[in-house]
Every structure is written in C-alpha cells, then in structure tokens.
Nanobody, 129 residues
C-alpha cells in the first residue's frame, strides 16, 4: 500500500523560508510525476511544482512560485522523498500543501490533479505579512 506523509509546514512571516518533505512508502517508482499541489482557503486546488522522471528528469514550477520554490526528489533506503524548498514566502502562499504521485507520467497531465493516484494528507503553511 502506497502511503505519502507530508511534514514541514508551519506559520512564518513574509520573506521567510520553509522546506516541505513528503515520504513515499510502500512502493518505489521508476517513471513518475511527483508533485506538490496546494489549496488556499476558499480556492480550488492549484498546481505548484512537479518532478518528472521518464527517460530523464525535469522539474516544472507554476509561474506564481517560479524563482522562489524548488522541488527535488531523492531516494534513500528504497523510500522516495519529495521536497519543496520555499523561499521568499508571501501571504498568498498560505495554503494546505499536498504531495502526490502519478506512476504513469504523461506530459499533458503534469498539472492535472486528477491524473495523480496517490496523495498525502497535507501540511498547512501560513504566511503572515
């Protein structure tokens, strides 16, 4: 059974940094999209960043976070870890952040939450001005 567990959220001031982590257990993936989405209060779920591994690796970031956030993936003891380094945080980054895995990575589905099979429970990030 695949399980995703996020950690690292919290309450910070504008301009601060946070690093979110997501532990993926139960299965290792050779080709995948591993991504972060977020849901702000009163808004729909939003794509934040994705790490694509399919023949090679590449990262993708939403325009709203480009240059401030960075996704990375590592493998340690057969467990995949997905990270989201968040710098220069803004109040509009306030949201619950979810990590997700799509084991059948199709490029056109990268930003589509419906394409992801596995989800964590989320970690809350609050940024105060």
């Amino acid at each position: 059974q695949v399980q995703l567990a996020e950690s690292g959220g919290g309450s910070v001031q504008a301009g601060d940094s946070l690093r979110l982590s997501c532990a993926v257990s139960g299965r290792t993936f050779n080709n995948y999209h591993m991504a972060w989405f977020r849901r702000a209060p009163g808004k729909e779920q939003e794509f934040v960043a994705a790490f694509r591994r399919s023949g090679g690796t590449h990262t993708y970031h939403a325009d709203s976070v480009k240059g401030r956030f960075a996704i990375s993936v590592s493998r340690d003891n057969a467990k995949d870890m997905v990270y989201l380094q968040m710098n220069s945080l803004k109040p509009e980054d306030t949201a619950v952040y979810f990590c997700a895995v799509d084991p059948r990575p199709i490029m056109s589905s990268l930003r589509n939450p419906g394409a992801y099979d596995y989800w964590g429970q989320g970690t809350r990030v609050t940024v105060s001005s």
